[in-house]
């Protein structure tokens, strides 16, 4: 290719030679990192992470479930409850209380498929929240068959 970006694979430098530059933001790449980096920084304001699962993927639970039980007319009603853009109405950026977090806890965040968590990460996690009773863990919203899981797991 003529032109070799890097997004979101990487938090880093990939020390690559043939990458020409890298999408970031300035809180996770602060522009004085940029010497550390092969590629040039392409910060963008706010944020690189391009992102609104809970909003965007409000459809995905309820599709989980109506495709596991056969009720394919769920995917037309998801696509009409995004709306025009593909992004519903609200704030931005989103606060705490907004999509449901306390104020002043401490928020322990995985927003990776559930594939990735393995039982030992889970375990850790709940020590931590055990050893640390204002701390919060917040994940993607999973199909309801994987979060009555975790929630069972958790105990």
Excluded at 74 to 85: I, K, Q, S, T
Excluded at 112 to 122: E, G, I, S, T
């Amino acid at each position: 290719a003529p032109l070799q970006v890097e997004y979101m694979g990487s938090h880093d430098t990939l020390g690559a030679s043939f990458v020409d530059s890298f999408v970031s933001d300035r809180i996770a790449t602060p522009p004085e990192m940029g010497e550390f980096f092969t590629e040039s920084l392409l910060l963008v304001p706010n944020s690189f992470f391009i992102n609104e699962y809970r909003e965007s993927r409000k459809h995905v639970a309820p599709l989980a479930d109506a495709l596991h039980l056969g009720d394919y007319s769920a995917f037309a009603r998801a696509d009409e409850a995004r709306g025009a853009g593909g992004r519903p109405a609200g704030d931005w950026p989103p606060t705490r209380e907004g999509v449901g977090l306390p104020g002043d806890a401490f928020v322990l965040c995985n927003f990776n498929q559930l594939f990735k968590v393995d039982p030992a990460v889970f375990r850790a996690w709940m020590q931590v929240l055990v050893e640390n009773p204002k701390a919060v863990l917040w994940l993607l919203r999973l199909p309801s068959t994987a979060e009555a899981n975790l929630r069972r797991e958790a105990g």
